[in-house]
Nanobody, 122 residues
């Protein structure tokens, strides 16, 4: 079992930056792909970014490309999501997830954190 805990969310203004962290405990999650998803109120959970287990392959959804960067430190068992130029439409609960395969699908990730709230005011 892998336990994931997100942190770093908060209330910021449009144009600001935040860095989210996803810390793993239990089994090491270095063999797993890790992704960030987000869920706005009343909407489904959607893919944001993902990274392979080495950290050499990353992929982003179009609406965050050029603004968000995903990275990982397997020594620290932590994955990060650097979010720059935040917009009000980025407001959501952000979740990290780990799984054996690279994917943009919620269904492919077996382990999930509890989420961290990001609120961007205009």
């Amino acid at each position: 079992q892998v336990q994931l805990v997100e942190s770093g969310g908060g209330l910021v203004q449009a144009g600001d930056s935040l860095r989210l962290s996803c810390a793993a405990s239990g089994r090491t999650f270095s063999p797993y792909a890790v992704a960030w998803f987000r869920q706005a109120p009343g909407k489904e959970r959607v893919f944001v970014a993902r990274i392979d287990w080495i950290g050499s392959s990353t992929y982003y959804t179009d609406f965050v490309k050029g603004r968000f960067t995903i990275s990982r430190d397997n020594v620290k068992n932590t994955v990060y999501l650097q979010m720059n130029s935040l917009k009000p439409e980025d407001t959501a609960v952000y979740y990290c997830a780990a799984g054996p395969r690279l994917s943009t699908s919620v269904r492919e990730y077996a382990y999930w954190g509890q989420g961290t709230q990001v609120t961007v005011s205009s």
